[in-house]
């Protein structure tokens, strides 16, 4: 199809979706259907109202874990047969593009979607999206890179700005995208919904063209995530190919009208054609030919991917168990386990084996599937574990608790589970826990149990996978992608986190990285997880541009071993951290087994971002496991920019600080009657606006009807589709409404005090 065949009208309406699922089509190019993912595909059926957040059930597919459990693993060759696996389901369901992987850094413990992302460290982040999106690409199944970039919270997500320095952005937000751009060459980006340092990242040229386009060489499309399009004028001159859902034919005028009016450049619109055009021809070739496979090998990989992905905490030599054991199984979530993550990742399993399907033994709800507890129900628990050999305690953070749209509001698990743990110790010191959540959680009951096994947030094998792990059939091999601080207090950015505008104060110290500066104990440190065998390391040693270390397995049982490479530079009082990741390498040991690890070094290993990636000269150490070597590295001698603070990492970063590494001092934006615009929200105008506030009581009625009639915010479904909605800006609610007139232009005036004005333009046409 010749684009020059196409009217100006046809093409900018092609920039744009035709309904919440489906780019519009052409003449022998059929529509591209498009599904929620990463950990399982989520198609909704378009005979039936179908909505963007996954009220509707979609049809089933494999639910396979999450991000925060697949990261534990550090096996490239998993993330590489999961997202070919879902591809292979996509193609079946005639789906050419999967939203997904997310690879968007875990700042803070407390971000709702963090169970959706892969790590708090960019390099582990880009390698395994990378390999995802060559999985799933190498079926013909388009992947859509998200969300680019600076979504780190879930806190007014929508009309958010994040502000950071350059060099925080090259090394961390950026850095796990760029990876997976080069190396996973994914068919699509699906740009944030936020604003970088107060530009949309929709319009914004820099980083859609400059850094995507011409200093990655991304060759693709670029998406809005859905309703993120802000100036459909600046998106077309930034980059920005396809505005999702469909609806936004208001932004449409606006361009052919800028066209007409000689204030856009017809090229922009041919360019992003180009592309709309290149993945419809993608997915027509990809989907007309079929790929045999079987669900049951992919219920049989998302197993392998829960055991793999799985990370044992404690073991005080009580794992793994002997099946002559008296076992009592403990727990909600032993019978309606938490396997997935809320929100549009949601997925309808075509199985689900529950941890009461495998286990044998007596059984104690323990607390409601709240977290809640009672007389009752502790005293049940306790009468049934009484007697037991072992309790297997399930355990860990409700959906209610964590959720696309909202952030966690504390570090801690419900008081009910607790609790639990705390009186079945008194009558059984055996005790097991298994847990199942998404993030981090502080741990109080550290003392009082044998054995800790964290899952994440499994998928649908939860129940085989956690069987074979307790009674060692599946050795645990996981190790943690980010750091478990010992409580909530202790992280750099509690004070600061969760405000409309996200100040990244505390720079690149995030995670391990400040923990390990500020020399902050921990709970778990990013790369721990312990085996049922034991692993030695010797023999580290540099050879020019390789190191080499080997590794032996000194146990009673085989086993694969993590191995980890760190490079730290050896000068104190500098803005570095003590030390990064740089390379890893997963590796299988039998018994008295021995391998040699060998890692190639670049430049990547040692650059610091100060007006482009470039190699500070020094002294420089590569570390494995607990084996140290220095050696020197040559390179360029420039004092790295910094501030008081980030030299000696002690309390918090003073504003003052913080804007000498922006290099311009930092306003907020203060929001009051008059000065709303549409990027403004429901929330936001409510208490200053009558007709805001009945807006918001409307569309809470609304979405109630979807939710048995009720109003309730202890349901993540209900709390996060109003998170959504009256939470977003106006303009996105305009086209997710496929509003064509002047409605909500109408409403933004009348919040600003202009009633009749508003009411005027409302009936206008």
């Given at each position: 199809m010749n684009k020059k065949e196409i009217s100006l009208k046809e093409k900018i309406a092609l920039c744009s979706g035709e309904n919440f699922w489906q780019t519009k089509s052409l003449e022998n190019l059929p529509a591209v259907f498009m599904c929620d993912g990463p950990n399982g595909l989520r198609k909704q059926d378009l005979q039936k109202k179908t909505d963007a957040m996954g009220v509707n059930q979609s049809k089933k597919a494999t639910c396979f874990p999450?991000?925060?459990?697949?990261?534990?693993s550090?096996?490239?060759?998993?993330?590489?047969?999961?997202?070919?696996?879902?591809?292979?389901?996509?193609n079946k369901e005639k789906v050419g593009m999967v939203l997904g992987p997310g690879c968007n850094i875990k700042r803070n413990p407390l971000c709702g979607r963090n169970f959706e992302y892969f790590s708090e460290d960019p390099y582990i982040s880009g390698k395994l999206a990378a390999s995802y999106i060559q999985g799933m690409e190498a079926t013909g199944i388009s992947c859509s890179l998200k969300h680019f970039f600076g979504n780190n919270q879930e806190y007014n997500r929508f009309t958010s700005n994040s502000v950071m320095d350059e060099r925080t952005k090259r090394e961390i937000y950026l850095k796990p995208f760029e990876i997976a751009v080069k190396e996973g060459k994914p068919s699509t980006v699906m740009c944030a919904y936020n604003k970088i340092d107060g530009i949309h990242c929709s319009d914004s040229k820099t980083l859609l063209t400059d850094i995507l386009r011409k200093e990655?060489?991304?060759?693709?499309?670029?998406?809005?995530?859905?309703?993120?399009?802000?100036?459909r004028i600046k998106s077309f001159e930034a980059g920005l190919d396809l505005s999702m859902?469909?609806?936004?034919?208001?932004?449409?005028?606006?361009?052919?009208?800028?066209?007409?009016?000689?204030?856009?450049?017809?090229?922009?619109?041919?360019?992003?054609?180009?592309?709309?055009?290149?993945?419809?021809?993608?997915?027509?070739?990809?989907?007309?030919?079929?790929?045999?496979?079987?669900?049951?090998?992919?219920?049989?990989?998302?197993?392998?991917?829960?055991?793999?992905?799985?990370?044992?905490?404690?073991?005080?030599?009580?794992?793994?168990?002997q099946k002559d054991k008296k076992v009592a199984i403990i727990g909600t979530m032993a019978e309606y386990p938490r396997y997935q993550g809320a929100g549009s990742s949601h997925v309808n399993p075509d199985i689900l084996v529950t941890p009461l399907d495998v286990f044998k033994g007596s059984y104690a709800k323990g607390y409601n599937e709240d977290g809640s507890t009672d007389k009752k129900l502790l005293e049940e628990a306790k009468q049934v574990a009484s007697n037991k050999d072992i309790c297997i305690i399930f355990a860990g953070l409700p959906e209610a608790y964590e959720s696309e749209g909202f952030d966690r509001e504390t570090m801690k698990m419900p008081e009910g589970m607790n609790q639990l743990i705390q009186e079945v110790s008194s009558v059984n010191e055996n005790i097991v826990v298994i847990l199942c959540a998404g993030a981090p959680v502080e741990i109080e009951f550290e003392e009082k149990v044998k054995a800790i096994l964290y899952l994440g947030l499994a998928g649908q094998g939860i129940g085989q996978a956690s069987y074979n792990l307790v009674y060692g059939l599946y050795n645990p091999s996981g190790k943690l992608s980010e750091t478990w601080p010992k409580s909530y207090n202790d992280v750099i950015s509690k004070n600061y986190y969760g405000t409309k505008d996200a100040l990244y104060k505390e720079g690149i110290y995030v995670g391990y990285r400040y923990y390990e500066k500020a020399n902050i104990p921990v709970r778990y440190p990013f790369g721990y997880g312990l085996s049922y065998t034991t692993f030695t390391y010797s023999n580290l040693e540099i050879k020019e541009n390789t190191v080499s270390v080997t590794v032996t397995n000194n146990g009673n049982v085989a086993g694969d071993e993590i191995v980890l490479l760190y490079i730290g530079m050896n000068k104190k009082d500098i803005y570095r951290p003590v030390r990064e990741l740089k390379r890893f390498k997963k590796i299988h040991l039998n018994v008295n087994e021995s391998k040699t690890v060998t890692f190639a070094l670049d430049t990547d290993c040692f650059e610091v971002y100060q007006d482009g990636f470039k190699v500070l000269k020094g002294n420089y150490f590569v570390q494995i496991d607990a084996l140290k070597e220095f050696f020197d590295v040559d390179g360029f001698d420039f004092e790295i920019k910094s501030a008081p603070w980030y030299l000696?990492?002690?309390?918090e970063p003073s504003l003052h600080e913080f804007e000498s590494l922006l290099g311009y001092s930092y306003k907020e934006e203060i929001l009051k009657k008059g000065s709303f615009t549409m990027d403004n929200s429901v929330v936001e105008m409510k208490d200053s606006s009558l007709v805001m506030k009945i807006m918001h009581k409307a569309v809470e009625i609304v979405i109630a009807k979807g939710n048995g009639g009720k109003i309730d915010y202890t349901n993540p479904t209900f709390k996060m589709l109003m998170a959504s909605s009256v939470g977003g800006p106006l303009r996105n609610m305009q086209i997710s409404s496929g509003s064509k007139g002047n409605t909500f232009a109408g409403l933004l005036d009348m919040a600003n005090g202009h009633f009749f004005k508003g009411l005027k333009k409302m009936m206008s046409k």
């Open positions: 999450c991000s925060v459990t697949l990261s534990n550090f096996d490239e060759e998993l993330l590489y047969k999961v997202g070919q696996a879902i591809g292979q389901e996509a990655w060489g991304f060759t693709g499309l670029v998406i809005t995530d859905w309703g993120a399009m802000n100036d859902p469909g609806g936004s034919a208001y932004q449409e005028n606006d361009a052919y009208k800028a066209l007409q009016e000689g204030n856009l450049d017809e090229g922009y619109i041919d360019a992003s054609v180009s592309r709309v055009i290149h993945l419809m021809e993608k997915t027509k070739k990809s989907l007309s030919q079929t790929i045999d496979f079987k669900m049951e090998d992919h219920h049989a990989l998302a197993i392998e991917a829960a055991c793999k992905g799985a990370v044992l905490l404690k073991n005080e030599n009580i794992l793994p168990l000696t990492v002690k309390k």
